[in-house]
């Protein structure tokens, strides 16, 4: 079968079977808003998965063998049980939206080694700092959006500073009388 979109949203599903895996041309899967305490294995299989919607369960935990899913792009783990950042994320190279919002996370580790993440959603976690990020990354949650104005004016102030300098450097010299 070809199926690529399967939504499977507040079904009260507390595992997937291993059958599961056979959906191998699988793009986008929703499961969120069920009672998963475990991420389902079979899921480890689905190598053209790029986005995965498991929100809203009871996840504490990632399987180390999470970056088999090299195709995955977004992953939204809002509203489970995680207490800390799930260290095996670090090694999701290609992850370009990443939501972890309403955890229990209190602190994020250095993410600027996550060349490819775009956005990061990490409002309702007790956070204490804002998670280290590369400048091409969108923050969103508990002071993003002071750091998103300073870094942006950070940025524009660079920019003119090199313009000036162009400027400077380019300027026509005068012709000596």
Known sequence: PHLAHLYLGRNGLQGLPPSFAQLQSLRCLWIEGNFLAHFPRALLQ???????QLGDNRLCRLPAALPRMAG???LWLYGNRFQEFPPVLL??????VLD???NRIASFPDLTGLASLRLLS???NPVRQLPCVGDEVQLVGD???EFMEARQERLQSLQRQEEEEECTEAAPV???D
């Open 122 to 124: 990490y409002d309702h």
């Open 100 to 102: 972890l919002d309403r």
């Open 143 to 145: 002071g993003a959006q």
């Open 91 to 96: 090694r999701m190279d290609h992850i370009r």
């Open 46 to 52: 689905l190598t053209e998965l790029r986005s995965l």
């Open 72 to 74: 995955l792009r977004g």
């Open 174 to 176: 005068s012709p000596e």
